[in-house]
């Protein structure tokens, strides 16, 4: 590294641009609710590494499973033979699923390949072509994926012509609507509906179109949960004419919002769903889950992939949904989330703090802060060149790294997410509220 002061410098000049990074250093280990840098520094983790690390770093069961199966074997591809980490997963999925109808696998990598799948599958057994999306929406940077995403203009700039044949819905959130915060969300539900007949009549002939796509959270695009009432709108209007619902629980899924699955909340049953992030708690692996009926529709050799649904990762997943079970690890998301909600309700209610604070929402540990926008800034402002002032969510989030905490914020207005793992502490959980509380107050004030 001799041309390079360091090896952060190293990493700064070869590493593509393109990737945004939010700390400046070498992570060399990940214990639990913390990672360490090779500076010495250790950050309390709520950020998981977006979602995935639901049960803290390297644990001890998970990647003990992992190394086992390094032993044995590494690499069965798929399309050559089973192999017994694949199909014990299955075995462990099966009974979690939000409906019995969705008994019909297939394994991926990562999100966006579950993504591509789900769209693969719907157009394949619909025979018809086009997407409907939510404004908002994220689902990941592959083509078709980075086609249905509609959260931040960055993602696709450069990019285009994408999939064609997609089309967006309004999402039923009150700052996306122009509403205020405390808008009935059956009545912002009613105006999403009421535009999906008319998109479904104007643009896109329910005989042309294959399948909505949703999360049942809105992940990187503000952390909405899908208000019930619109999910069971949707199934409505998918029932009529024969359009598939793909439920993307990539970020909200697995556990992640106190239930196994975020659709679980409304009960509505999904044709297609996709996981991904904590399935196998930091190993790559994705799920397509569907049912028989249409997944038997499929041409043996239309779906595959030489890494999907690798041994090692199926073996650390089938831990992974051993040790949800063993450590009941539901009942701690819905404890922590419980005080989570609290210390930043408590901020909210802060009569110098507060005003910043436009909402505190979220399921279970999938929980956001939206702050209100600075006078003078608007929190549409695209992003164009570095000498914009930077957003005060960012602002915070780097105060929080300053203090010894990695924290995220969803790629729309001004929010900061939470989304430590889910077996944490109600110590660290505690320390990461306050860590927050006092970078929002230097911010701020
Ligand atoms: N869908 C959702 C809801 C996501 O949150 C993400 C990732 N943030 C993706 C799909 C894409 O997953 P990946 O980054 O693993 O490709």
């Known amino acids: ?65 992992a190394a086992e199966q390094c032993m044995k074997l590494v690499h069965g591809q798929c399309s050559i033979a089973f192999h017994g980490p694949y199909l014990q997963l299955i075995e462990r999925l099966l009974p979690m699923m939000p409906h019995p109808s ?58 285009h012509p994408l999939m064609p044949g997609v089309f967006t819905l309004p999402f039923p959130y009150w700052h996306q609507l122009g509403r205020s915060p405390d808008t009935p969300s059956s009545e912002l539900s009613a105006f999403c509906l009421d535009q999906l007949a008319l ?46 619902l793909i439920i993307d629980e990539v970020q909200s899924g697995y556990g992640r919002t106190g239930k196994n699955f975020a659709i679980e909340y409304s009960g509505v049953r999904p044709d297609i769903m996709t996981v991904a992030k904590g399935l196998a708690n930091g190993f790559p692996l994705s799920a397509v889950i569907s049912r028989k009926e249409l997944t038997d529709q499929l041409k043996a050799g239309s779906m595959g992939g030489t890494y999907a649904g690798n041994a090692v990762a199926c073996a650390a997943a089938v831990a992974v949904a ?34 910043c604070i436009l909402d505190v929402r979220g ?31 960012s602002r915070v989030a780097k105060r929080c790294v300053q203090k010894g905490m990695l924290i995220l914020t969803t790629s729309v207005y001004e929010t900061i997410r939470f989304i430590p793992p889910l077996n944490i502490s109600k110590e660290d959980l505690a320390k990461g509220c306050k860590i927050f509380a006092e970078a929002v107050e230097e911010i701020v004030r």
Request: some cysteine; hydrophobic content about 40%; aromatic content about 8%.
């Open 1 to 65: 590294f001799s041309s390079h002061s360091s090896l952060v410098d190293f990493g700064n000049y070869h590493v593509t641009k393109g990737i945004a990074r939010l700390v400046d250093g070498i992570i060399t280990k990940g214990e639990g609710s913390y990672v360490t840098f090779e500076d010495g520094r250790t950050m309390l983790d709520f950020s998981s590494g977006i979602g995935v690390t639901n049960f803290g770093h390297c644990h001890a069961k998970i990647s003990g499973a």
């Open 199 to 244: 998109l479904l009549s104007q643009q896109s002939s329910p005989r042309d179109t294959a399948a909505i796509i949703i999360e049942s959270v809105i992940g990187e695009g503000g952390y909405v949960p899908a208000p019930p009432e619109f999910l069971h709108g949707l199934r409505e209007v998918c029932d009529k004419h024969g359009i598939l």
């Open 322 to 355: 051993d040790v949800m079970k063993e450590e009941r690890i539901l009942d701690n998301v819905n404890a922590r989330s419980a005080e989570l909600f609290s210390a930043l309700n408590t901020l909210r209610a802060d009569p110098k703090l507060g005003p």
């Open 102 to 159: 969705l008994d019909s696998f297939f394994f991926w990598n990562s999100g966006s390949e579950a993504v591509e799948g789900a769209i693969k599958l719907a157009r394949n057994v619909t025979g018809r072509q086009n997407i409907i999306t939510m404004q908002g929406a994220y689902h990941g940077r592959t083509f078709g994926a980075m086609a249905v995403t509609r959260s931040k203009t960055i993602y696709s700039e450069g990019f």
């Open 363 to 393: 399921q279970g540990l999938m929980v956001a802060v939206e702050f209100a926008s600075p006078v003078g800034t608007s929190p549409h402002d695209p992003f164009i060149n570095s000498t914009m002032p930077e957003k005060l969510a």
